[in-house]
């Protein structure tokens, strides 16, 4: 070919491409169909074989430089058409054709795209790891609107693509894949499942965003893992989970939840979290069903929480629950039981040893003087066992504990979802419902919720969504919590005579007889909620939403309290009294009647330009809330069968009710800028109003700013093949906080009554009287918070790290300022008072696959520390301090020096009082009211700061592996440092004089039985009631190190195989069984689990069997 | 209401403070605040020597009280409130003295200083020097005051009630709630000015409540204090209690006996009280030719068997009996013999020292154990016998102090003071002889009233009384062998009476005859005064604590 002409053919090819761009569409290729070449050439150059086109047709071949034409090929073809002929020749050779009217374009399959081609239309099957169709991924040819789902079988067919065309394959929960047609027809993918990545999209503040995208400190945490758990509620689900987020719990009863603090305290008063459900702020996180979360986002830091402003001081929790996907049609069923059992459980003395100890108190208190026996006599306790073998109701020997709880209390739980979804209308259902008894009698928390999800695309323009949900709650209990009483009664006191019939007890505290006979307090929580939001999108980027989201609640209390009569053992007609708690059966009721609402008017645009990439949001919310109380009660009922009111008497009924109302209204904006998806910047304000303030002091504005560097996008960080993505994020913000009564800024009067004589008559007259102390300019409590963060994905992103430090100085704290007593009101609410939390959080993970094992392995840890400033004179006393200086609920009490031993030590020592003795525990005179030791131990003038109580280094960890049908994961929990006081039942001796004695007391107590060798020697004081207050009196002695390690959660699941499976009509089947709170290292006295609070319902192990069926 | 709501939002089921104290209902309910019941707590006799709980004390009795006690707490802020409260309506008047008639403004204006008054008295003599002021404080000020003394505030309790005196009626009509009166207002006065040993002054208030001649003491002393007993002629401060409206006597089960349901006298009063009832010739019972230790009811004063429950009677429906050989009782209802569980042979925590109290109680009682007994401040027996103690010490001994204090006594024997043949009456005597006298005579009378720990302060005999230790009866065994068996039962000795009517146990404890309950202690260094509760000092740098706390 004469070289002017190839000049010339890549001149054309420009002018060419300009032509067609415009003319696509309009040429017709009839030519090059009906025109058929015969040709037989062998071994020649592609150039060449051209050329003889050329010459034998009118097709003109087009191509530059780039195409690499010298491969040699061989044809044999005979009326055959042209296409049919390139097929052929250009198979394998990355060189792509295309055929308009009689031009041939040849471009690389790299290489210019904007040219049109022939189009086609591909078809595939998308499959998941394990080879089951996966129905409802969104297939959409890349940078087009053009797109469709996989149907129930997982196949799509996707027309109008191009040779040169890429596949984008999305489906949430898996990893997004792009693939070149490159001009296949066929395609078949298999998804693989997202744990945590980069390109995850998480919920952030009325949006979503790319988690590479982010630039404050969000943590997310997928809905599997809070159902994989097992727990009831979502709360408890979190501990360990996430960094930064401290989750604690004091009991386990049936059904309880656990206090959530993101970033520790920030403020005295509430420094709970705002829990966003779907965009709509909720009341509890525990109201969710842990099956329906899709995930969980927490917003830490002040630049991804502002946008939530006037409350988001505390952190921002944001659950988005499942919805369907088009495609999907599925009815799956879930089925679990399990048991629960206390971890652990204190353990107490004999019988015997109990009614020496008894007699030991008496004795000390006494003055040891000569009568050993005070209390039983000798001979009775020489004898006792024997006595109680011909008597046991005279002489009883109880076993509390083992009477009231069982070792073992069921649960089950059973969710039945459907999911039904086209391309218009796409529905999710879920019903679930959850039982757990406890380890006593009569206590059963029962739950059913519902959730019903729905998503309508009406038009390009327009779509909604529409979720309803449904939950009742019931709780179910006996008329007292047995738990404290049980643990201090005394194995002397009978709890059933050996008929059968309720005994005394300790004089009528038996506790056993009360939880059997004495009644109920059974709770019924109701709520309904929606949500309804119109989206509406005028044109490509631009949104404008209208949500409206109301939520009801109706709350039923009832307390039927049964006198319970015990008789005397030998004479079941003599009733010697009722037990303790009730003289007489009452009913009490209450309800409560209450909603919130809350509007919102979102816009929202999002805009690329070449390589900058703007979204920008803006918004008005409303919200309002309600809430009344009402309660009713009759006493002294004749009957004890009909816990109703109309049953009781007249005369001694009562009732009361009251009232209340706040309401907020915001206006927000964001606006989220990058530059490459390297540099990022973010700004967000927020303005709120708030009907707790005077309208003079209303309104509050919390901006904030934060920038992200994506360093690894850098050319000079290119090259470092094992950092996959670094990225440097910074903030800074202002968060709100108003959450202090309903009316502070307002000197309410508050009513109550006061009876009068009138005559020999009795009248109740109604008073009123101001309680508060008002503080009218009383003003939003503000957060400013700093964080400083990165996120790094280190070999090809296999192992992530998140680590975050950050300050929060909250300052015009709203808190009750601590008034002198004297001044005769109640404490006030003001701002006032400064505190600082400062902290880190570190995460990691890792995942990978060896051979047919998938596994993944992650840790997080955090720390903070929250020390308060000023508090405008304000002091928080008590055994926990706030004050200037001091941490948050520190510590606070008397520096000890070990036990007195003798009677010289005590004369010539600062003590409490006179009653002091030998084997006290000894404290350090640090001042007196000249400021100078004053020779005795006072409140006032003798107490230090003795440390933090809050818990230190909270970490958690988890490992999931997976084999074949096999998965595993194994989470652990813990808490590297916290100082705990032993207190109450835990170390008491004989609680309110009569109580049992811990067994971990006995032989290691100070006793004037012990030499003074063995008194040097043993760990807790004399035993004695007069010097209770004392010994046990806040101070060091009693701290120890809380840390714990807990191995929190062990989960084995098994799939079965697709071919059973099928065989037998169902599309999935997995069993698996989970253990909850297994064991744990910790430092505690035996008996108490880290977590237990000294009289709380024991924490519990469980062990869950579940299968989960799906059609 | 959906998309934008109201922002100005007011309490709903509360009243605004803005412009209240308007018009003559707001003023009365807010009057009527000040006499709600927990601002009027009666004080807990367990502090005294009258009482025994088993083998509990308080942190009074044991030595241990400190800042941090809670009931000291309590009674520190509530009597504040009180007096905040009181200040308030004092400084609102002028708002209504245009649209009400002076008399309604006189009575609400001197029940306020009537309040204030009775609850600053309260603070000095617990607390010594206190914090005074009359007028509404704001935070600023309030941490700029310190203590005012002792003397200072007596000077404006004195005014307040004179005011109080001097706007406060008479008495109130029997459609009116009853508030204070003028009598209760001299009364009041009289006790503060005793207590802080202004004689005259108390002599005089006495005096002028008891000129006032309305008063007169309630025929039949046992009665007197049952719930059926509303309002009577003796009352002069006192508030009511209700079942109907809920303001209760709780716990009264503590008093009873087991037989009835009660804790068998798990608060019962003490070998101490009972030793110091005068016998029915007028001395105490180491003088009296009278008193037997082994039938301890028989010859006393008939206030010791409206107090004590006597062995052997009927006792709301059974006998009465904590012999331990007693294992079955009547009852009286049915005419059963049944288990008696008010002795120790069947029941560990019968009685601990065999007695239980009667004042007070009587079948209203059951079967819930929840009491509307009148709560008694202020009745004028204590006027009579508070300007007869006012007059011995001012040594003005003269009839009218015989006559105040036998006409208490006589009541009890239902007679007239005049019959003196049927009463021992109280003859002339020395200063000292008379102070006996009265003293013991309150102890009597006032028993289980919540007025002796007053007394044994004023006194300052607390350091005596409450460093005796509390006894009780032996355990079973030996107490068969011991004391039943050589017919010793009840008490095995007669205790010499000091001057102050206490009984010395000791010689008793030491012979092996009877059980040591508790060590009573009392820290005469500092106990005279409670210290200020703790967080009061520590935020206000200007209060310093009361000496040895």
Redesign the interface.
Known sequence: MPFYDQILKKMKLTLLLLLLTVLSGIAADTYSQSTKLTLKLENVRIEDLLSQIEDKSEFRFFYNEEIDLDKKVSVNSSDETLVNILDKILNNTGIRYEVIGRQVILTNSSGIASVSQQSKTVTGKVTDSSGEPLPGVTVVVKGTTNGTITGADGNYSLGNITADATLLFSFVGMKSQEIPVAGKTGINVTMVEETIGLEEVVAIGYGTAKKSDITGAVATLQGDAVAERRTTQVSQALQGAISGVMVTRDNNTPGSSATINIRGITTIGDSSPLIIMDGVPINNINDINPNDIQDISVLKDAASASIYGSRAAAGVILVTTKRAKAGELNLSYNAEYGVETPTQLPVYVDVIRYMQIANELRWNDNGNTSDEYPLYAKDIVDNYMSLNAENPDLYPNTDWVGLILEKYAPKQSHTLSISAGTKAIRSKLTLAYDKTDALYMNHTYERITSRFNNDITINKFLSATLDMYFKRSIREQPSLDPMYNMLIAAPVYAAEWSDGRVAEGKTGNNIYGQIKYGGFRNNWYNQVGGKLSLDFTPFDGFKLSAILSPNLGFDKAKNFQKKVSYTDWEDPTSILGTLEWAKTTNLYESRNDNYQVTTQFLANYTKTIKEHNLNILAGYENYYSYYENLSASREQYDLEAFPYLDLGPLTYRGNSGNAYENAYRSWLGRVMYNYQSKYFIQGNIRFDASSRFHTDYRWGSFPSLSAGWVISEESFMKDISWLSFLKLRGSWGTLGNERIGNYPYQATIAFSDAIFHQGSTVVASQTAAQWQYAIRDISWEKTESFDVGFDAGLFDNKLRLTGDYYRKTTKDMLLALEIPDYMGFSNPDQNTGKMETKGWEFEANYNNRIGQVNYSVGFNISDFKSTMGDLGGTEFLGDQIKIKGSEFNEWYGYISDGLFQTEEEVTTSPKTSESVRPGDVKYKDISGPDGVPDGSITPEYDRVLLGGSLPRYMYGANIRLEYKGFDFSMVIQGVGKQNVRLEGLMVQPLMENWGHVPKILDGNFWSMYNTQEENLMVKYPRISQTSRGNNFAMSDYWLINGAYLRLKNISLGYTLPKSIVQSIKMNNVRFYATISDLYTFDNFPKGWDPEVSSSGYPITSSFIFGVAVKF | ??????????????????N?YSNET?IS??V??L???VFWPLEDGEWTDDYTRR???T?IT???????WETL?NL??NS??????AN?ILLNLDKVSEILPPATIDKFAGNAHFVRAAQYAKLIFYYGD??FYTNI?D?DE??T?SRTSKAEVLAAIYADYDAAASKLPIA?G??????ATKGAALAMKARIALAMGDWAIARDAAKACMDLGIYELYPDYGELFLAKT??PKELVF??????????LWEMV?YYLP?NV????G?IAPSWDLFHSFLCTDGLPIDKSPLYNPQKPFKNRDPRCTATIVEFGTPWLGFIYEPHPDSLKVLNVNTGQR??N?DTRGNQQ?ASFNGLVWKKFADESWL????AEN?KMFMRYADVLLMYAEAKIELNEIDQSVLDAINKVRARAYKVSYTATSSYPAVGTGSQSQLRTTVRVERRMEFAHEGLRYQDIIRWKIAEKVLNQ?IYGML????LRTKIVKPGLWFFPMTPAIDENGSPNLLPMYEAGLI?????R?F?ASKQYLW?I????????KNL??NP??
């Open positions: 209401m959906i998309s934008c709501t109201d922002l100005d939002l007011n309490p709903l089921s509360e009243g605004s403070s803005e209240w707001e309910m807010a009527n605040d006499y709600r019941p083998q509990a004390l942190p044991s030595a241990t009280i400190n800042g941090e707490q520190w802020l504040y409130k009180t007096i905040a409260r308030t206190v914090v404080i935070i309030a941490f005051l109130y029997n459609a009116e709630n009853k508030l509303k309002n006192g508030l009511p209690r209700s079942k109907e409206f809920g303001v089960n087991r349901g009660g804790f068998g798990s049944v288990k569980n925590y079967p819930d154990f929840k009148d230790d355990d079973v065994a030996a059980k040591l309950l508790a060590d202690q820290d210290p509760p703790t967080k009061e000092i520590l935020i206000n310093i604590q040895g706390y």
